[in-house]
């Protein structure tokens, strides 16, 4: 889980539409796919996933047990607000250390 540059990801509304982006220090770079987005929080279910997914691949340089992405989902993506977001990826890879070595 080795990381060379710190990114940010941040979750927004852009015309009501989640958006998600990772913002390294000199780089911004959108996460989902253009016109099907992402989903967060409680009111999103099914869609926490493959942000999870997406997210802790991102972070950590592989992809994540399924398990694994569902515990994300549902214990961190689940809970941030509706109207957005920002994550470390420092964030996301402490709680990935701590899940994978429960």
């Given at each position: 889980?080795?990381?060379?540059?710190?990114?940010?990801?941040?979750?927004?509304?852009?015309?009501?539409?989640?958006?998600?982006?990772?913002?390294?220090?000199?780089?911004?770079?959108?996460?989902?796919?253009?016109?099907?987005?992402?989903?967060?929080g409680m009111d999103a279910a099914g869609d926490t996933l493959?942000?999870?997914?997406?997210?802790?691949?991102?972070?950590?340089?592989?992809?994540?047990?399924?398990?694994?992405?569902?515990?994300?989902?549902?214990?961190?993506?689940?809970?941030?607000?509706?109207?957005?977001?920002?994550?470390?990826?420092?964030?996301?890879?402490?709680?990935l250390r701590r899940v994978v070595t429960v």
């Amino acid at each position: 889980m080795s990381t060379t540059d710190s990114r940010i990801y941040v979750g927004r509304l852009e015309r009501n539409r989640p958006v998600v982006f990772a913002v390294g220090t000199a780089t911004v770079e959108r996460l989902d796919p253009p016109g099907e987005g992402f989903g967060w929080g409680m009111d999103a279910a099914g869609d926490t996933l493959a942000l999870a997914r997406v997210l802790l691949t991102d972070a950590s340089g592989s992809e994540p047990p399924a398990d694994v992405a569902r515990r994300f989902a549902d214990q961190i993506l689940s809970r941030v607000p509706h109207d957005g977001f920002a994550l470390p990826r420092e964030t996301v890879n402490a709680w990935l250390r701590r899940v994978v070595t429960v």
